[in-house]
């Protein structure tokens, strides 16, 4: 199996799974409000899967991004609401905005920079940074929300029939792809990923490429915050539990390899697609949500395994 | 050990070898490296099955499917790299996989395990002890260690593979006192070694490979060190070296006092354009250790790297390159290439900006400047873009050559450059460093084998115990000259 058709099998699983659905559920599936529902809700695991694609890539991993999102809301949430004392104005909002979104360059930073100047596995690091910046969210209202009842632009209303929250996607996405294909960055990431030490001897500055990895995904992470706390108008500090666990996921289905070197844009979103075109067909046929969570993991593990079978038969005919 | 052969690949590692080892001797394995020293006894050890040839041990036939059924036949081996569990203590890893067992199942006598390893210890004198944790070990406790593993196995073949490289003088000696002992029990030790000096004084029997065949096997007692070396150099060369318009110009790059943390003292040497150094030296002796400082892999503690008689300032490979040294490092699979990835970017990888794909890449035109520099010295691949690990060693090597040709670096250093890759690609990278040389590039050559340091390097540094011995030219030299300079300890 080439490399190519890798990349179909998630891909024909995904078209399959679309048809099935619209096979079953004709009137409910196959329309565009149910589309722009899948696509919106894939919105905020998407943004983050981009910057996921990137660090796992890279050979690292990213723990904390469920909890580094909650941080940002309530960052934001703080600045908005003057600290949950009053309604945010237009001005507040914009500058809520920002702060969320700054929050989390500076978190990715954080992580970047604890990485590569101690040393440390990134699974180390950002399993440490999990549990910090979930700490803060809790902290910063003592444990409550902030209510942003009209922040609504990013996350409830739409540019010409799009939901902006779906522009906003496909534009990451767009700039993820072009980062990873086109810019030394992207270049410098897969070759650190495939073998650390040659891209050293190679002459690429390996700390710092990584430290922008993190930075990048951290940015995403408080994009995808803000959609996130326009979607509920409230910032929570709950927001994002486990998030990480559904995004790494979603990567690794779409053909990325933990031990780094391998992935691409186009099978995380086939990866977050197949998540989500599954939890809403499995929602529309009327099955549990327990039920959603096993067949999501099954997938996970087959998805692995074939690739895994594939890669040996690939070897041995070599 | 009768008519052995081994073959991996293309290359015939040995042939036809036949090896006698008496008890209670003495018996050294020397020859340069890629000789098949490692290969013959990874076949003694079960680690190997030969192509052809035998085994016997007192006189019985064995067959060694893995190294398990050579340990139980009484042979151990111990690598350089010794495999020891840093985290356990001394009689734990003496008695790794076969424990005494306790009162309850399942459960490890500690108390048993400690009274026999001391009483192992006992035996042969050896002061260690059997609490301590391997990781607080010296190196040459460690070796002891390893030795008592083998005792409790009831070796009677004992295999050290280079035991001193990485001992000081005094563990060194004491080593050579328990091997004296281990043979007075009767033991055979076959003792691999590059250092002569030891071998004239701890060998009985010596016997010498060289490209996978055995030249000569004798008694201590007939031989010298001069005569040890000539069996292990005397070749022919041929004409597999194509001479050179050997045009040298100005003083291109100057190195001064240099150390750094990884063992190298006061190094100092230049390379002119057009020429074509050589640096000789036994495996561990720093000639690796030279290029990374030089190239900013390993941190510099003194001294001064001038190119073209500009001061230069290098902490990282990065710099090293934009200021115009390339460094084929000796381990592709390790250092050189990333593998899964394209060929054509394993050959960009470093130059990205000097080709202008700074700040974007253009794939297509990328595919092209690969495809350029892979012809020009004829890389087999099936298209740039197929994976690295695609490729043949040698192609993989010409892979990592191509991209330092794209970097077109004015100074080019090349660690052994040859090693695993066969005949016919070796003559094409000799070929290239001509070219190289003949364009105006100065070129440090690092390789182990003499033979091709002879044949194309204009001068020769030799090595030893991190410190530059020797600066030769190469037409008022000798083989064995430079085979005593780097294996001779000096008195």
């Known amino acids: ?318 | 050990m009768t008519g052995i052969s081994k073959r991996f690949g293309p290359v015939q590692a040995l042939r036809n070898v036949s090896l006698t080892v008496r008890a209670g001797a003495v018996h050294a394995l020397v020859g340069e490296n890629g000789a098949g020293k490692s290969t013959l006894m990874k076949i003694l050890a079960g680690v190997y099955q030969p192509d052809t040839g035998t085994v016997e041990i007192h006189g019985h036939p064995m067959t060694f499917a893995n190294p398990a059924d050579a340990i139980g036949a009484g042979v151990s081996m111990i690598y350089q790299e010794l495999d020891l569990a840093e985290h356990l203590t001394v009689a734990e890893n003496i008695f790794l996989g076969a424990e005494p067992t306790g009162w309850l199942p399942f459960t490890v006598s500690h108390k048993q395990m400690l009274t026999r390893a001391r009483e192992l210890a006992g035996r042969f004198r050896f002061d260690i002890d059997p609490t301590a944790k391997v990781e607080d070990l010296p190196t040459g406790d460690c070796q002891i260690v390893e030795i008592l593993k083998a005792l409790r196995h009831k070796a009677s073949i004992l295999v050290m593979d280079e035991p001193t490289s990485s001992l000081s003088e005094r563990e060194a000696k004491r080593l050579f006192e328990v091997v004296r002992r281990l043979r007075g029990e009767g033991l055979s030790i076959i003792y691999i070694s590059h250092r002569l000096e030891e071998i004239i004084h701890l060998a009985d029997e010596v016997s010498i490979l060289r490209d996978g065949e055995l030249v000569h096997s004798s008694p201590m007692a007939s031989l010298d060190i001069p005569k040890i070396v000539h069996h292990m150099v005397g070749r022919e060369l041929t004409d597999f070296f194509p001479q050179r318009d050997v045009n040298v110009g100005e003083v291109l790059l100057q190195v001064t006092d240099l150390s750094s943390g990884a063992g190298i003292r006061d190094i100092g040497f230049e390379v002119r354009r057009g020429e074509i150094v050589g640096m000789a030296g036994l495996v561990g002796a720093g000639r690796t250790e030279v290029a990374r400082a030089i190239f900013g892999v390993d941190r510099k503690t003194t001294g001064r790297v001038a190119l073209a008689g500009r001061e230069l300032s290098i902490d990282s490979p990065a710099q090293a390159i934009a200021s115009g040294i390339a460094l084929l490092t000796e381990d592709r699979k390790r250092t050189g290439l990333c593998l899964e990835l394209p060929c054509s970017w394993n050959i960009t990888l470093p130059n990205l900006r000097q080709i202008g794909f700074t700040p974007l890449i253009k794939p297509a035109r990328e595919t092209k400047i690969a495809a350029g520099v892979g012809s020009r010295i004829a890389v087999k691949w099936s298209s740039p873009q197929a994976p690295a690990s695609s490729l043949s060693g040698g192609n993989q090597q010409k892979l990592l050559i191509a991209r330092w040709l794209l970097a077109n670096s004015e100074f080019m250093i090349f660690d052994e450059p040859t090693r695993g890759i066969d005949v016919g690609a070796k003559a094409e990278v000799y070929a290239l460093l001509n070219k190289l040389a003949e364009q105006g590039k100065a070129i440090l050559f690092i390789s182990s084998e003499l033979p091709e340091l002879f044949g194309i390097a204009d001068r020769i540094l030799v090595m030893r115990r991190g410190k530059l011995v020797g600066n030769l030219v190469t037409k008022e030299t000798t083989p064995e000259t430079v085979m005593h300079l780097a294996a001779v300890e000096e008195r």
Not at chain 1, 16 to 29: K, M, R, T, V
Not at chain 1, 68 to 97: D, R, S
């Open chain 1, 1 to 318: 199996m080439n490399k190519f058709a890798r990349q179909l099998l998630p891909f024909a699983t995904l078209v399959l799974l679309i048809a099935a659905l619209s096979a079953l559920e004709p009137d409910a599936f196959l329309t565009a409000d149910n589309t722009f529902n899948v696509l919106s809700r894939s919105s905020v695991n998407g943004i983050i899967a981009m910057g996921m694609t990137a660090v796992i890539i890279s050979g690292g991993i990213d723990l904390s991004v469920g909890s580094m999102m909650a941080l940002c809301g309530m960052v934001a949430g703080l600045v908005m609401t003057k600290n949950g004392t009053i309604v945010p104005t237009a001005g507040l909002m914009w500058l809520g905005t920002l702060a969320g979104i700054g929050a989390g360059l500076l978190c990715g930073l954080l992580n970047g920079t604890l990485i590569t100047k101690l040393n440390l596995p990134p699974f180390i690091v950002t399993l440490g940074t999990m549990s910090a910046f979930r700490g803060i969210s809790y902290i910063m209202h003592h444990s409550a929300m902030y209510d942003v009842p009209n922040y609504t632009f990013l996350g409830q209303s739409s540019l010409a029939g799009v939901p902006v929250n779906v522009l906003i996607f496909a534009i990451i996405v767009a700039a993820a792809f072009f980062l990873l294909r086109y810019t030394p960055l992207g270049r410098y990431t897969y070759a650190i990923g495939s073998n650390r030490e040659a891209a050293f001897h190679a002459g690429v500055n390996v700390d710092r490429n990584l430290i922008a990895i993190y930075a990048i995904t951290g940015l995403f992470v408080g994009l995808a915050a803000m959609i996130a706390t326009s979607r509920t108008v409230s910032a929570q500090p709950t927001a994002g539990i486990s998030l990480e666990l559904d995004i790494i996921a979603a990567v690794v289905i779409g053909g990325a390899s933990l031990s780094g070197g391998r992935g691409t844009v186009v099978g995380t979103i086939i990866g977050t697609l197949l998540i989500s075109y599954l939890r809403n067909g499995l929602t529309l046929l009327g099955i549990s949500t327990n039920i959603q969570l096993i067949v999501i993991g099954a997938i996970i593990i087959a998805a692995v395994a074939l690739d895994q079978m594939a890669r040996a038969k690939a070897v041995e005919s070599r």
